[in-house]
């Protein structure tokens, strides 16, 4: 039994995007994206372990290898079911406090995550993100959930969106939750910096090219200073809606989600 720890990140990865398949390992700045993705959630002051929760299906057998030789915590569970997935990481990786950070989001700021914790504790909350409603880029989402309140669910989201999304039922009840969000002073909900379409990997790119001469973890402040002196890579990919995936979702149940 691996021993119980407050704060614990778990990624959500997986192979098989439709839209840009692959993603999680392809190569941004001399590594692959998982690589960001972990190294900087691990640089957050008060993360105590980072696990990677990728899928059963064989063509997820590479990240679980990746993590395997890498010495990452790895746990595999159902595709379709992220809820599941979530919950068997920490049934085999206690936790207190779990922040849920998904694959596509190669520079999420540990910075970020430290305020997102700092707030989770000092409001005593059962949730805490910085997307209810959303001020940060897209590609620097991150969710605190209390380990208790991610059990809970598991007999609360029965809707199969609610089941794909983890956090969605939360955001649709809100009224029934304790509840924080982390805003930022400017409103960039709309600027792109997540790994999902061609275009995101063109931007992305640019970005991680940019800061090749750099040793250390360049911050979420570092690159908004970057793209306000070239707001032309904005428009790269620019014009796709943060939330079409769960919209989708919704959709497919013939329901608008509770927030539109």
């Known amino acids: 039994m691996n021993i119980k720890v407050t704060n614990q990140v778990v990624i959500q990865a997986r192979m098989g995007s439709t839209r840009l398949p692959g993603k999680t390992l392809l190569p941004l700045g001399g590594r692959p994206v998982i690589e960001h993705v972990i190294r900087r959630s691990s640089a957050a002051m008060l993360v105590d372990r ?26 595999r569970g159902s595709s379709a079911d992220v809820l599941a997935r ?12 779990v922040i849920r950070i998904t694959a596509d989001c190669p520079l999420i700021d540990p910075g970020i995550i430290d305020a997102l914790l700092c707030l ?4 005593g909350c059962d949730y805490t993100a910085n997307v209810i409603p959303p001020t940060f880029p897209i590609g620097f989402d991150a969710e605190v959930i209390r380990a208790e309140t991610l059990q809970q669910l598991d007999g609360s989201a029965s ?9 969605l039922f939360i955001r649709e009840n809100l009224a029934r939750f304790k509840t924080a969000n982390l805003s930022f002073g400017q409103n960039f909900e709309n600027v792109r910096l997540t790994l999902d379409r061609d275009a995101d990997f063109q931007l992305l790119a640019r970005v991680f090219a940019h800061f090749a001469s750099s040793s250390e973890l360049f911050s979420f402040y570092q690159v908004m200073d970057f793209l306000s002196q070239n ?24 329901r608008r989600l509770q927030w539109e």
């Open 120 to 123: 989770h504790a000092g409001q």
């Open 231 to 254: 707001p032309e890579l904005v428009a790269i990919n620019s014009g796709i809606d943060r939330f079409e995936g769960v919209k989708k979702s919704a959709a497919g149940e013939n």
């Open 86 to 97: 979530y919950l068997k990481a920490i049934s085999e990786f206690p936790c207190s406090n």
């Open 159 to 167: 809707l199969t969106s609610h089941r794909e999304h983890v956090t």
């Open 50 to 75: 980072v696990v990677v929760a990728t899928t059963d299906q064989s063509e997820d057998d590479q990240v679980a290898d990746w993590c395997n030789r890498h010495a990452i915590h790895c746990i």
